[in-house]
């Protein structure tokens, strides 16, 4: 199972590395030319949360498309075991007012867990790393108020419900999702005392970005559509989309240049988000961040301009979106990214066969997840969790502390085999391996648990 | 690359809080009506009976912050209300990305503008970390910059023993990331290890939800700490977050409030902790941007723009508000709405720069701007 999946032209960044403000520009400006040694590959590590041995030659016998067609129909994949193995999560299915009694922090830890697990064990591993993009899109931090009760709302009914259909879809779920409505203020959001919290994220981060030219008076004017959009809190319909009429602005009103007559409700917004979900600015910003998070940080052109044409043209068809997003065509324009934590977790746990007790999860996970900075659904503010290699990297000492962890068993409740650790270094690029085979028995008084770490620590586990 | 050895070397602290801090709750305009009126539930007290300290006859400081009060007596602490980055769109991720690379407008700078200061100053020691990040990551004003780390936490410290204890073994683990373009984070990340010993600092909290006062009291005083033990490393950056106050931001007793004591009872600490030493301090703290003059209807305020910044060190012609106040009045605002910016938040950086940290071309660190001195150092 051994492979080779970044040969990249490094050297001049060795050399820049002197000076970190030319390696920086370089790296910045696409100098990480990267060898693709298979499509394949180079699509699993796209489309999963690393490819197992198992994953590669199940994909390599299926070929590029068919891999990837399977993985952009997860309903098609039996996911049972999974499921079975989730099934000591008593409230990921329930309803608002089921879990309206239950203290906050246990369903959150459950919420928590079950990503990962998800992560590490689900069939349907594109299905996962596209909730991981959505969770960050639409991000919903569970601290505040109720919002831990609602984000297994919003997790279940809201982002995985809605991750390959229409992005309009998605959106206005998010729309009349309480934990969002909680987050970001609008519950409070009133005639008599307008909060523009969301109506801001909402054309910022959710739909047309930063650079599409409204205005101040455009935020402002959204945030009175979005008046009187609040949350039921009610024994009967705890956590359900409730629309304050009374709470409602119902003068006249312009949002990026559509008019909005006196007298409207609730049908405003709605029709502001069919508005927004179609905006020009929206498809292409959405395609931005897709490439951005998926195939380079540089977001090759040719390759955003190719999703959102697909997505126009599919009238933000997801799916169709997502099959773009890993076409071959764009798969070559593929560059190294960070693993982010959660992402590096769940490769060491899938690659070395880790095994842990769903109920006892959250023990497993939180203390290195917090550490290094990604604990699932704890980016505070509403833009998520960053993408960006340089954030992720400058914490390097938690990533290696996780790796000394494992191979020194002080991971809590997480077993991995000796026999394990050691096979996965066969998934080093060959010059990783081959320097730890020479230099690390010169090293005096280094044990096998060390070569374990430092194989653990090596570049190509934070990279993918 | 010589440098005149009479300029002063000042150690820098940049404190930057994250989501807007509310400038009209730092420096309290008190003599406006308009403050009153357009703040029914979040204005804070004026100066009579103690409701806040006086400062100059027109700004006062909260009794939140009361702990700043004897460095603006005693000189050391100079204020800038109405302060901040000509940007309009009031975007908290536009506004910190263009603050953190010192543009006035655009975030396209691939660098951070601390980065670029330690660029064009010499190292107070050659090899060692220059600038340390009291956060788990790195922030972006340090993007692009060499020798320049997180702090690593106590525990990373107890798992990583073997490693900080034998330097053959992070020879073995160097060459591994030797043209990776992580090798020089991760070469700056071994020298942290090394260099920071966390057993002279105060732990980390052990509770997942600890709350950002103590979260924030930690990495104030850890700062602290680590200035005593480090004198050669000249930049430590704070970032301390949640200042985005859209809902139930008080005004006595309330969330800001807190927020605001836990700031300057730090901040207090931390002054007291680094003026014994032989280099001196010079500490900066300031926000993407102020808040909406008018509360919201959620006793919470929303995005603004003037902000206030504060300076704090020996070398700060403190004991000043130092300001271009454009007042409160409707046609004052910005948009009917904001605190009008007088003063661009690079003007007052870039000062510190060139006169306390002796960086001989501060324009570097924000190009697209031409600087004025205001007069913030002492000369």
């Given at each position: 199972?051994?492979?080779?999946?970044?040969?990249?032209?490094?050297?001049?960044?060795?050399?820049?590395?002197?000076?970190?403000?030319?390696?920086?520009?370089?790296?910045?400006?696409?100098?990480?030319?990267?060898?693709?040694?298979?499509?394949?590959?180079?699509l699993?590590?796209r489309t999963?949360?690393?490819?197992?041995?198992?994953?590669?030659?199940?994909?390599?016998?299926?070929?590029y498309e068919e891999t990837l067609e399977e993985q952009l129909h997860p309903e098609s994949l039996?996911?049972?075991?999974?499921?079975?193995?989730?099934?000591?999560?008593?409230?990921?299915?329930?309803?608002?007012?089921?879990?309206?009694?239950?203290?906050?922090?246990?369903?959150?830890?459950?919420?928590?867990?079950?990503?990962?697990?998800?992560?590490?064990?689900?069939?349907r591993q594109l299905f996962e790393r596209i909730v991981d993009f959505w969770s960050d899109h639409f991000n919903v931090?569970?601290?505040?108020?109720?919002?831990?009760?609602?984000?297994?709302l919003d997790d279940r009914d809201v982002i995985r419900r809605h991750a390959f259909s229409r992005f309009e879809d998605l959106l206005r779920a998010s729309a009349h999702s309480?934990a969002m409505l909680?987050?970001l203020?609008n519950?409070?959001?009133?005639?008599?005392?307008?909060?523009?919290?969301y109506a801001r994220e909402l054309l910022e981060l959710h739909t047309v970005g930063i650079d599409a030219g409204y205005?101040?008076?455009d935020v402002?004017e959204m945030?009175?559509v979005l008046?009187?959009w609040?949350?039921?809190?009610?024994?009967?319909?705890?956590?359900?989309f409730?629309f304050?009429?009374?709470?409602?602005?119902?003068?006249?009103k312009r949002v990026l240049g559509v008019e909005l007559p006196?007298?409207g409700f609730e049908d405003e917004g709605e029709r502001m988000i069919t508005h927004l979900a179609a905006h020009p600015s929206a498809s292409r910003f959405l395609a931005t961040k897709l490439v951005r998070h998926f195939i380079s940080?540089?977001a090759p052109e040719a390759v955003v301009r190719r999703v959102a044409e697909r997505f126009s043209e599919t009238q933000g068809d997801l799916r169709a979106t997502y099959r773009e997003l890993f076409s071959r065509s764009s798969i070559?324009a593929a560059?190294?990214?960070?693993?982010?934590?959660?992402?590096?977790?769940?490769?060491?746990?899938?690659?070395?066969?880790?095994?842990?007790?769903?109920?006892?999860?959250?023990?497993?996970?939180?203390?290195?997840?917090?550490?290094?900075?990604?604990?699932?659904?704890?980016?505070?503010?509403p833009d998520g969790?960053?993408v960006?290699?340089?954030?992720?990297?400058?914490?390097?000492?938690?990533?290696?502390?996780?790796?000394?962890?494992?191979?020194?068993?002080?991971?809590?409740?997480?077993?991995?085999?000796?026999?394990?650790?050691?096979?996965?270094?066969?998934?080093?690029?060959?010059?990783?391996?081959?320097?730890?085979?020479?230099?690390?028995?010169?090293?005096?008084?280094?044990?096998?648990?060390?070569?374990?770490?430092?194989?653990?620590?090596?570049?190509?586990?934070?990279?993918? | 690359?010589?440098?005149?050895?009479?300029?002063?070397?000042?150690?820098?602290?940049?404190?930057?809080?994250?989501?807007?801090?509310?400038?009209?709750?730092?420096?309290?305009?008190?003599?406006?009506?308009?403050?009153?009126?357009?703040?029914?539930?979040?204005?804070?007290?004026?100066?009579?009976?103690?409701?806040?300290?006086?400062?100059?006859?027109?700004?006062?400081?909260?009794?939140?912050?009361?702990?700043?009060?004897?460095?603006?007596?005693?000189?050391?602490?100079?204020?800038?209300?109405?302060?901040?980055?000509?940007?309009?769109?009031?975007?908290?991720?536009?506004?910190?990305?263009?603050?953190?690379?010192?543009?006035?407008?655009?975030?396209?700078?691939?660098?951070?503008?601390?980065?670029?200061?330690?660029?064009?100053?010499?190292?107070?020691?050659?090899?060692?970390?220059?600038?340390?990040?009291?956060?788990?990551?790195?922030?972006?004003?340090?993007?692009?910059?060499?020798?320049?780390?997180?702090?690593?936490?106590?525990?990373?410290?107890?798992?990583?023993?073997?490693?900080?204890?034998?330097?053959?073994?992070?020879?073995?683990?160097?060459?591994?990331?030797?043209?990776?373009?992580?090798?020089?984070?991760?070469?700056?990340?071994?020298?942290?290890?090394?260099?920071?010993?966390?057993?002279?600092?105060?732990?980390?909290?052990?509770?997942?939800?600890?709350?950002?006062?103590?979260?924030?009291?930690?990495?104030?005083?850890?700062?602290?700490?680590?200035?005593?033990?480090?004198?050669?490393?000249?930049?430590?950056?704070?970032?301390?977050?949640?200042?985005?106050?859209?809902?139930?931001?008080?005004?006595?007793?309330?969330?800001?409030?807190?927020?605001?004591?836990?700031?300057?009872?730090?901040?207090?600490?931390?002054?007291?902790?680094?003026?014994?030493?032989?280099?001196?301090?010079?500490?900066?703290?300031?926000?993407?941007?102020?808040?909406?003059?008018?509360?919201?209807?959620?006793?919470?305020?929303?995005?603004?723009?003037?902000?206030?910044?504060?300076?704090?060190?020996?070398?700060?012609?403190?004991?000043?508000?130092?300001?271009?106040?454009?007042?409160?009045?409707?046609?004052?605002?910005?948009?009917?709405?904001?605190?009008?910016?007088?003063?661009?938040?690079?003007?007052?950086?870039?000062?510190?720069?060139?006169?306390?940290?002796?960086?001989?071309?501060?324009?570097?660190?924000?190009?697209?701007?031409?600087?004025?001195?205001?007069?913030?150092?002492?000369?």
């Amino acid at each position: 199972m051994s492979r080779n999946p970044s040969r990249w032209t490094r050297r001049a960044l060795l050399a820049g590395g002197a000076s970190g403000l030319a390696g920086l520009w370089l790296w910045r400006s696409g100098f990480l030319s990267s060898t693709l040694d298979g499509p394949i590959e180079w699509l699993l590590s796209r489309t999963s949360f690393g490819a197992t041995a198992a994953s590669l030659d199940r994909a390599k016998s299926l070929g590029y498309e068919e891999t990837l067609e399977e993985q952009l129909h997860p309903e098609s994949l039996d996911d049972d075991s999974l499921e079975r193995r989730l099934s000591v999560f008593s409230t990921l299915g329930l309803s608002g007012p089921e879990l309206k009694p239950l203290p906050g922090e246990a369903i959150v830890r459950e919420l928590v867990a079950a990503r990962l697990v998800r992560a590490i064990e689900s069939r349907r591993q594109l299905f996962e790393r596209i909730v991981d993009f959505w969770s960050d899109h639409f991000n919903v931090n569970h601290v505040k108020g109720q919002v831990p009760r609602f984000k297994t709302l919003d997790d279940r009914d809201v982002i995985r419900r809605h991750a390959f259909s229409r992005f309009e879809d998605l959106l206005r779920a998010s729309a009349h999702s309480p934990a969002m409505l909680y987050y970001l203020d609008n519950h409070l959001n009133t005639a008599s005392g307008p909060n523009e919290n969301y109506a801001r994220e909402l054309l910022e981060l959710h739909t047309v970005g930063i650079d599409a030219g409204y205005s101040q008076r455009d935020v402002e004017e959204m945030a009175r559509v979005l008046t009187g959009w609040s949350v039921d809190e009610s024994e009967q319909r705890f956590g359900t989309f409730r629309f304050d009429s009374a709470e409602h602005d119902a003068s006249a009103k312009r949002v990026l240049g559509v008019e909005l007559p006196a007298g409207g409700f609730e049908d405003e917004g709605e029709r502001m988000i069919t508005h927004l979900a179609a905006h020009p600015s929206a498809s292409r910003f959405l395609a931005t961040k897709l490439v951005r998070h998926f195939i380079s940080e540089e977001a090759p052109e040719a390759v955003v301009r190719r999703v959102a044409e697909r997505f126009s043209e599919t009238q933000g068809d997801l799916r169709a979106t997502y099959r773009e997003l890993f076409s071959r065509s764009s798969i070559e324009a593929a560059r190294p990214l960070v693993t982010r934590p959660v992402h590096f977790f769940a490769l060491v746990a899938r690659r070395t066969q880790a095994r842990y007790q769903p109920h006892r999860a959250l023990e497993t996970f939180e203390i290195p997840l917090r550490e290094m900075g990604q604990v699932p659904f704890q980016w505070k503010t509403p833009d998520g969790y960053p993408v960006e290699a340089c954030d992720w990297i400058s914490a390097l000492l938690p990533r290696w502390k996780f790796a000394f962890d494992v191979a020194d068993g002080r991971v809590p409740a997480l077993e991995v085999e000796d026999r394990h650790l050691d096979e996965a270094s066969s998934w080093l690029r060959g010059e990783e391996r081959a320097l730890l085979e020479s230099t690390l028995p010169k090293v005096s008084g280094s044990s096998e648990r060390d070569r374990r770490a430092m194989a653990l620590c090596a570049p190509s586990w934070h990279w993918c | 690359m010589t440098t005149r050895t009479t300029s002063p070397r000042d150690r820098f602290v940049a404190i930057f809080l994250k989501g807007g801090a509310d400038g009209l709750s730092m420096c309290i305009p008190y003599r406006e009506k308009a403050y009153r009126r357009l703040r029914p539930t979040t204005a804070l007290p004026s100066p009579d009976h103690g409701g806040s300290i006086d400062l100059d006859g027109t700004f006062a400081l909260p009794r939140a912050l009361a702990a700043l009060e004897p460095l603006f007596r005693d000189g050391r602490l100079a204020i800038v209300p109405a302060c901040g980055l000509p940007i309009a769109d009031r975007s908290h991720f536009n506004a910190q990305a263009v603050l953190d690379a010192g543009t006035g407008a655009t975030s396209e700078l691939a660098t951070g503008w601390i980065a670029r200061h330690l660029a064009s100053t010499p190292p107070q020691e050659e090899g060692s970390i220059r600038a340390l990040s009291m956060n788990a990551f790195v922030p972006r004003s340090l993007r692009g910059a060499d020798r320049v780390a997180a702090m690593p936490s106590p525990e990373c410290r107890a798992s990583l023993q073997r490693l900080a204890e034998s330097p053959p073994l992070r020879r073995v683990l160097e060459s591994l990331y030797r043209g990776d373009p992580s090798w020089s984070a991760a070469r700056d990340a071994m020298e942290a290890l090394i260099a920071i010993d966390p057993k002279t600092l105060p732990g980390v909290p052990t509770e997942p939800e600890s709350t950002a006062r103590r979260e924030w009291r930690l990495a104030l005083e850890r700062t602290g700490h680590v200035a005593c033990a480090r004198p050669d490393i000249d930049v430590l950056t704070v970032e301390l977050d949640t200042w985005d106050t859209h809902v139930q931001q008080g005004a006595i007793g309330g969330a800001l409030e807190t927020k605001l004591r836990t700031l300057g009872d730090g901040l207090a600490e931390l002054v007291a902790l680094t003026d014994p030493l032989p280099r001196p301090t010079t500490i900066a703290v300031f926000t993407e941007f102020g808040r909406r003059v008018a509360e919201n209807g959620n006793g919470g305020t929303d995005h603004g723009r003037g902000g206030v910044a504060m300076f704090i060190g020996r070398g700060i012609a403190g004991g000043r508000v130092i300001h271009r106040w454009p007042g409160l009045r409707p046609r004052a605002l910005e948009d009917g709405r904001d605190v009008r910016i007088t003063i661009d938040l690079r003007d007052l950086l870039a000062e510190v720069l060139e006169k306390r940290l002796g960086n001989p071309a501060a324009q570097q660190a924000f190009p697209e701007h031409d600087l004025e001195v205001l007069g913030l150092t002492r000369s």
